[in-house]
């Protein structure tokens, strides 16, 4: 899928609709996010790793809310282990679209599902994805799927959480978002186009600090969850089962 600029909110719009992962931005969807998200490919490479060391024979991967593929093509790369499979799951019919326009099988194959991960069952998993994924759902369901996964995975294995932080101390929570936006703007993107997607991601895009998160998961089950990334307050960690 050929990348095209991200110019959506270049402009001044009179009303700024709720973010959605429409057509308008799968189009642009390779661009905004290498441009927005610091450290993404340098996390994208790092879960083609970890597929690497933690899929097994015979086992599922997951990658939940897959967008465009780029973690199911990093992991596909590194996984050495036979008859082993790829199930990617996004409730975007325009991301699974514009994946499946990207996507020839090879030894591991990737099998597309356009679904509600909430909705879906997790089962004789090695690894789950969860790449800025968890992030948009309701705070009250995250739990839920997490303890879906937990119960899904084999024993050893393992869970990939990417997300957006936030932070308790309030200057460190400030400072984390000025420094992104500064991050933004020296990709490219105006002071106009930070504002208006801030806006367009309220109460869209729920961020939480990694003591949440890693207290969930070790009260779902997880034995350890540990951060193995960060820049700015966009962080990586895995779980282990």
């Not at 057509?23 to 340098?42: E, K, L």
């Not at 991967?61 to 992991?75: F, I, N, V």
């Not at 937990?150 to 420094?179: C, N, V, W």
């Not at 951060?227 to 700015?232: I, K, P, S, V």
Request: charged residues 20%.
């Amino acid at each position: 899928m050929t990348s095209i600029k991200d110019s959506l909110y270049s402009q001044p719009l009179g009303q700024i609709s709720s973010f959605a992962f429409d057509d308008h931005v799968a189009n642009v969807f390779p661009d905004m996010i290498s441009r927005s998200v610091p450290g993404y490919q340098t996390m994208i490479a790092a879960i083609g790793l970890l597929a690497g060391r933690f899929a097994k024979p015979n086992s599922i991967c997951y990658d939940l809310g897959c967008s465009l593929g780029a973690a199911s093509l990093s992991m596909r790369e590194n996984i050495a282990v036979g008859n082993c499979k790829i199930v990617a799951i996004d409730n975007s019919p325009a991301m699974l679209a514009g994946f499946e326009s990207v996507l020839t099988q090879k030894k591991t194959p990737i099998e597309l599902q356009c679904a509600d991960i909430r909705d879906v069952k997790i089962e004789n998993a090695s690894i789950v994805v969860l790449n800025f994924t968890l992030q948009f759902l309701p705070v009250e369901d995250r739990e839920k799927i997490l303890a879906k996964i937990y119960t899904g995975l084999l024993p050893g294995g393992a869970l990939i959480i990417s997300e957006k932080l936030a932070f308790d101390d309030s200057r460190q929570h400030e400072l984390q978002i000025d420094l992104h936006h500064e991050f933004k703007k020296s990709q490219g993107y105006s002071d106009l186009e930070v504002s208006q997607k801030r806006t367009a991601l309220e109460n869209v895009l729920i961020p939480e600090n990694f003591a949440t998160h890693q207290k969930r998961l070790k009260f779902v089950g997880f034995s350890s969850a540990e951060l193995w990334f960060q820049y700015f307050n966009f962080a990586s960690f895995i779980a282990l089962k």
